[in-house]
Structures are given as structure tokens and as C-alpha cells.
Nanobody
């Protein structure tokens, strides 16, 4: 049974950093473009970043560009999201997602085309 699991969330002060990780069982992440999404209370889920299957192409939401970095280690079957210069507005549940393609489509920031979801890891940033 496929299981996608995030870790690394926590509570930090504004300006701090976190590193999120995502691993999977019964699923080879190297076969998929991968993404990170987040959802704050009362808000819709939004795409944060996407990376193609080789890691050669990355995409970011404008709100996190220059502060977050997505990467992957296919040998370890692991996806990462480095969060720097965190702001209270970054507070949300962060979800890992395996897309149904090897590339990040034009709609990468939407849930359309996501094949597998993780259960989420909470990030809380205090001012």
C-alpha cells in the first residue's frame, strides 16, 4: 500500500528556518514530478513549489520565491523543502504530493493531476 509521509514541521519564530522531508513506501518518487502544497485554516490549499523527476527544473509560488528551496534525492527516495526567512503568513499544514507526470505542468500550483498525497506536517511561525 502506497504511503507518503512528511516530517520536519514545527514551531519557529519569524526569520527562522525549517527543513521538511517527504518519503514514501511502495512508491518510487523518482517516477514522478513532486510538489509541496500548504493549507492555512480557512483557506484553500495552494501550491508552494514543484520539481520535475530529475530535479533539473523547479517552480515556486511568488510568495515563497527566494526563501524556500525544493530539492530531491532520488537515491534516498526523498523530497525536501528548505524554508528560510519564515514569516507568520507561512503558518499552514504542508503537504507533499506526487504528480501523475514526470514534469511540472502549467497547472502545477493546483491540485489537478496530483496522484498521491501525504498526510501533512504542521508549520507554525510566530511573530
Amino acid at each position: 500500500q502506497v504511503q507518503v509521509v512528511e516530517s520536519g514541521g514545527g514551531s519557529v519564530q519569524a526569520g527562522g528556518s525549517l527543513r521538511l522531508s517527504c518519503t514514501a513506501s511502495a512508491l518510487r518518487l523518482e517516477e514522478y514530478a513532486m510538489g509541496w502544497f500548504r493549507q492555512a485554516p480557512g483557506k484553500e490549499r495552494e501550491g508552494v513549489s514543484c520539481i520535475n523527476w530529475t530535479g533539473s527544473r523547479t517552480y515556486y509560488a511568488d510568495s515563497v520565491k527566494g526563501r524556500f528551496t525544493i530539492s530531491r534525492d532520488n537515491a534516498k527516495n526523498t523530497l525536501y523543502l528548505q524554508l528560510n526567512s519564515l514569516e507568520p503568513e507561512d503558518t499552514a499544514m504542508y503537504f507533499c504530493a506526487a504528480r501523475s507526470t514526470t514534469y511540472c505542468p502549467g497547472s502545477w500550483s493546483t491540485s489537478s493531476g496530483v496522484r498521491y498525497w501525504g498526510q501533512g506536517t504542521q508549520v507554525t511561525v510566530s511573530s
